[in-house]
């Protein structure tokens, strides 16, 4: 199993960024994947998770007034889109999979995208 992040990079207050995430690797179709950050500092969080099986997401800490995360399957690609950043949005961040397709217990993780925002 391989998870390629992209689409990191500088965004100013305010703006938007769209992150993708890449999968490839998986004998089934019907895995979940995760978006986490890491903040400078800090711990990793979780941020959003896609269920490829019925196409349900879900969202931490209210993130969903800002964030999107959505998936071309065809493609094999989950995506999450950033709206109205603020900067304590600045972290890496990184996609997860979970084989299982529950979002609960991810077992592969990406190398990261690093995303800052500038006031």
């Known amino acids: 199993v391989q998870l390629v992040e992209s689409g990191g990079g500088l965004v100013q207050v305010g703006g938007s960024l769209r992150l993708s995430c890449e999968a490839s690797?998986?004998?089934?179709?019907?895995?979940?994947i995760g978006w986490f950050r890491q903040a400078p500092g800090k711990d990793r969080r979780p941020v959003a998770c896609?269920?490829?099986?019925?196409?349900?997401?879900d969202y931490r800490d209210f993130l969903e007034r800002r964030f999107t995360i959505s998936s071309d399957n065809a493609k094999n690609v989950v995506y999450l889109q950033i709206n109205d950043a603020e900067p304590d949005d600045t972290a890496v961040y990184f996609c997860?999979?979970?084989?299982?397709?529950?979002?609960?217990?991810?077992?592969?993780y990406g190398q990261g995208t690093r995303v800052t925002v500038q006031v």
């Open positions: 997860a999979a979970d084989p299982r397709g529950s979002c609960q217990i991810y077992d592969y």
């Open positions: 690797g998986f004998a089934y179709d019907d895995y979940a």
């Open positions: 896609y269920r490829r099986r019925d196409g349900t997401t």
